[in-house]
């Protein structure tokens, strides 16, 4: 389900807006049909609870955006990260997964560690988690894209040294003929729902709910292995 986007009509109808990226495996477009880890848990939850709602794929920095400051608005799947824990009501988590620092095959850079790894530009896209990630690993120059595409396509042309990534998405990069090698794990976060602060509490509670028993009964874990992905832990 997707095109409804503007809170407005969230707020008139007592629907929630989810908003999301193309980010494989957790949420993309595929033949013009929405898919993924993320958004066909979101999907489940959302007619368990009978709850109206819609989802938008956009960029993800306005994905983000509206979910921080639109009431009735959520936006997945959000790693969960000390500088965001505050800004948003949490429902998780949709995965577990670890973030990796990649660079370009054939490159000829080795490195085993953030130490290491900070003499090199490091890129990134705006608003992304990894940026934040980056910030506090203390790179000292890291380039900011509009997109994940435009990154990814800045470290296969050399014009970046290394980017950080979910570890998952880095393999189906690679499956698809990227020339990317990974370096060395940087961190493990979880991936959730984070919606507006003034989202009630009661329908974060019914969405947490309806998380769990996905979780429970195990949902989660066969819609993960769908995509390719290990159990949650």
């Not at 389900?1 to 009509?9: D, F, I, K, Q, R």
């Not at 007592?14 to 957790?26: G, H, K, L, R």
């Not at 489940?44 to 979910?67: F, H, T, V």
């Not at 990894?130 to 690993?137: D, W, Y």
Request: proline letters at 5%; aromatic letters at 8%.
């Amino acid at each position: 389900m997707s095109g409804v986007t503007t809170a407005g009509l969230a707020r008139a109808d007592n629907s929630i807006v989810f908003t999301t990226e193309d980010y494989p495996p957790y949420n993309f477009k595929e033949n013009g049909v929405d898919k993924g880890v993320g958004y066909e848990q979101v999907v489940l939850m959302m007619k368990d609870i009978g709850i109206p709602y819609s989802i938008e794929m956009m960029p993800w920095a306005r994905a983000i955006a509206l979910a921080e400051n639109e009431q009735m608005t959520c936006v997945f799947s959000t790693a969960h990260i000390p500088e965001r824990d505050g800004r948003f009501k949490w429902v998780e988590p949709l995965l577990i997964d670890r973030n990796i620092i990649m660079s370009r095959k054939g490159s000829g850079i080795k490195v085993g560690n953030v130490d290491e790894a900070r003499h090199y530009l490091a890129g990134t896209q705006r608003d992304d988690y990894t940026q934040s990630l980056l910030e506090r690993q203390g790179f000292p120059r890291i380039d900011l894209a509009a997109d994940l595409e435009l990154t990814i396509k800045k470290l296969e042309s050399g014009r970046i040294d290394l980017m950080p990534v979910s570890e998952k998405f880095y393999h189906k990069l690679v499956a698809e003929g990227h020339p990317l090698e990974k370096q060395f794990v940087l961190t493990e976060q979880k991936f959730a729902i984070a919606c507006n602060k003034a989202m009630p509490d009661d329908l974060v509670t019914k969405m947490q709910v309806s998380l769990d028993r996905l979780i429970a009964d195990g949902t989660q874990a066969r819609i993960a292995a769908q995509y390719g992905l290990g159990p949650v832990n």
